[in-house]
C-alpha cells in the first residue's frame, strides 16, 4: 500500500478503477458460480474443506467472501469451518498483500475482512460501508534483523532500511514506539512497505537490514536461519490491537452477524485448547508452517483471548496517523459509528432463523 491512500485525485485513478474492476470480476467469477459448482460436484465440495460443511444439503445458499492474509493474526479464519447459516456459506480469500485486499473491500469484491486497523479506518473514512465487527486477535508482530547483522538493540537501528507491511500498518506505529523507546524517530531510518512474504529474501539478499512483521514469518525466519529477533510486540506493547475483522454493511443482519460470531469464538476455543486441531484446519486455508504455527501459539506470541475492540487503540491509530500526514480523512472518522456493538452476540443464544 502507498504511504498515502488518498488517491481519489490522483493520475492514477484509471488503473485503481480497471483494477478495482478486474478484482470484482474475477471473484465473482471464482466464488459467485460455486452455487452452481457446488450444487453439481459432490467431490468438489468434499476437496473444499474450508467452506461450512453445514451447506452441504443447502448448495444454493450465497457465499460470503472474506480476506485474510496467511499470518498467524489471522487464524480465525478457520471459523468457516464451524460457519452455520440456512441462507449463507463462508468463503475465504488468501491475499499476500494488504493493498490488494483493501481494494477488493473498497471495490466490494469481497463481503468481509481480516485487515489491518488503521487501514479499516481509513477504508470507512473514505466512505467504503463496513463496519468493525470484532478484534482478530491481539498481540503478535516481530521486529527481526539478519542472522548475521551486528544490531544487538533497536537503539543501533539508526540509517537502518527497515520492512514494514504499509505505512497503514499496526507494525508501523509499533516501529515508531519502539524507536521512540530507544532514543530515534521514524524519520532516522528507511521504511520501505513490502508485503510480509517478501521480507525474508529482501533480508537474506540484504535489501532491507530489518523488517517488523505479523507472525509467523518472524518465526520461519528464525528457522531458516536468516534472521533472528530483537524483540516482540507484545513486550513493547501488552494486548495491542492489530487487525479487525470488519463487515460490509449490506451483511449487518442479525442472524448473520450471530453466525459471525459464533464460528469465531468456537475458532477461538479451538486456537487455546486444541493446538493441533486448529493446526490442521489451518492448513487447509491458510497453507502456513505448521512447525511455525505451533511455536507461536504454544509460546503466547499472540493472543485470542479478548475479541471485543479498543476504542481507545483505535483512537490511538488515527491520531498516529494524522500526526504522520499519512492522511486527510482521518481527522473526520467518527470511531463510535465505525463500530458495531458485538457484546450483544458474544457467548450468547441467539438463533439463527431462516
Request: glycine share 2%.
Amino acid at each position: 500500500m502507498d504511504s498515502s491512500m488518498d488517491n481519489t485525485d490522483s493520475p492514477n485513478t484509471i488503473n485503481i478503477l480497471s483494477r478495482r474492476n478486474f478484482l470484482s470480476l474475477t471473484l465473482t467469477l471464482l466464488y459467485g458460480t460455486h452455487n452452481y459448482l457446488y450444487a453439481n460436484d459432490k467431490n468438489t465440495h468434499q476437496k473444499s474443506q474450508h467452506i461450512s460443511e453445514s451447506s452441504a444439503n443447502l448448495p444454493f445458499k450465497q457465499g460470503i467472501k472474506c480476506g485474510f492474509l496467511p499470518i498467524t493474526d489471522h487464524l480465525l479464519i478457520i471459523a468457516s469451518t464451524f460457519f452455520s447459516h440456512p441462507k449463507y456459506y463462508f468463503v475465504p480469500i488468501k491475499f499476500s498483500q494488504w493493498a490488494d485486499l483493501a481494494e477488493a473491500l473498497r471495490a466490494g469484491a469481497i463481503d468481509m475482512a481480516f485487515v489491518l486497523a488503521p487501514i479499516g479506518m481509513e477504508l470507512r473514512a473514505q466512505n467504503v460501508p463496513i463496519k468493525l465487527l470484532l478484534n482478530s486477535h491481539t498481540n503478535g508482530s516481530s521486529l527481526n534483523v539478519r542472522i548475521d547483522s551486528d544490531v544487538r538493540n533497536p537503539a543501533e537501528l539508526h540509517n537502518k532500511k527497515i520492512a514494514v507491511p504499509s505505512r497503514f500498518s499496526s507494525q508501523y506505529f509499533l516501529l515508531d514506539r519502539i524507536l521512540h523507546k530507544h532514543g530515534l524517530d521514524l524519520h532516522q531510518i528507511q521504511t520501505i512497505d513490502m508485503s510480509p512474504p517478501e521480507m525474508q529474501a529482501a533480508l537474506y539478499n540484504r535489501v532491507i537490514d530489518a523488517f517488523i512483521v505479523a507472525e509467523p514469518f518472524g518465526v520461519i525466519a528464525n528457522q531458516r536461519n536468516i534472521a533472528k529477533t530483537l524483540l516482540y510486540s507484545k513486550d513493547v506493547y501488552p494486548n495491542h490491537t492489530c487487525c479487525n475483522i470488519v463487515v460490509r454493511d449490506n451483511l449487518l443482519e442479525d442472524s448473520i452477524v450471530a453466525a459471525i460470531a459464533q464460528s469465531m469464538q468456537q475458532a477461538k476455543e479451538v486456537l487455546e485448547q486444541n493446538i493441533q486441531h486448529a493446526i490442521k484446519l489451518q492448513s487447509s486455508i491458510m497453507g502456513q508452517n505448521p512447525l511455525a504455527i505451533q511455536k507461536v501459539i504454544q509460546n503466547n506470541l499472540v493472543s485470542y483471548q479478548n475479541l471485543l475492540p479498543n476504542k481507545v487503540a483505535l483512537q490511538e491509530f488515527k491520531e498516529f496517523i494524522i500526526r504522520e500526514k499519512l492522511s486527510k480523512n482521518l481527522a473526520h472518522l467518527d470511531i463510535g459509528s465505525y463500530l458495531f456493538d458485538m457484546q450483544p452476540y458474544m457467548n450468547s443464544d441467539i438463533k439463527i432463523n431462516s
